[in-house]
């Protein structure tokens, strides 16, 4: 049997606009989570470049050039924050759209207080002012 809107007595048919709204938000959460899980790889991977210039600073003995600058473990770490950090957003996408669109069917849609928004932004921060910190480290340790 057929929902009937209780007033107008008018069939009731999901609006096909919200479901389409519900689908493109899910594809943003999707690359947003992509876009993380390959930074992470790159940045744990920068740990890799980093050593290898070391190496090349001492080969060539450069004056001034600090002996080392390599710190084992701060880029992967940060990486496999990245891309956990990543997948959890592609597990909440997943959830959140589930539960928009059975919500959607039922005509019982009410807005989320963006908890997981808040978490995902502090968390990313985070990591990026642990980044800049790395960074200025070694590129100061280069410097010397």
């Given at each position: ?5 209780p007033?107008r007595?008018?069939k ?8 389409k709204a519900?689908?493109?938000t ?19 991977k ?6 290898k210039?070391n190496l090349?600073?001492q ?7 600090k ?25 909440f996408a ?16 009410k807005?989320?207080?963006?908890v997981?928004e ?12 642990i ?14």
């Amino acid at each position: 049997m057929e929902e009937v809107h209780p007033v107008r007595q008018e069939k009731l048919n999901p609006d096909f606009n919200a479901f389409k709204a519900a689908e493109r938000t899910f594809l943003a959460w999707i690359r947003t989570g992509i876009s993380l899980i390959g930074l992470g790889f790159v940045v744990s991977k920068f740990n890799l470049f980093v050593s290898k210039l070391n190496l090349f600073l001492q080969a060539a003995r450069i004056p001034n050039a600090k002996s080392s600058i390599y710190q084992p473990g701060v880029s992967e770490w940060l990486g496999v924050s990245l891309v956990a950090v990543g997948i959890l957003v592609l597990i909440f996408a997943g959830y959140f759209l589930n539960r928009d669109l059975q919500a959607i069917r039922d005509f019982s849609f009410k807005p989320r207080a963006p908890v997981f928004e808040y978490f995902l932004v502090a968390g990313l921060g985070l990591i990026g002012i642990i980044l800049l910190i790395y960074l200025f480290i070694s590129g100061h340790a280069l410097a010397k």
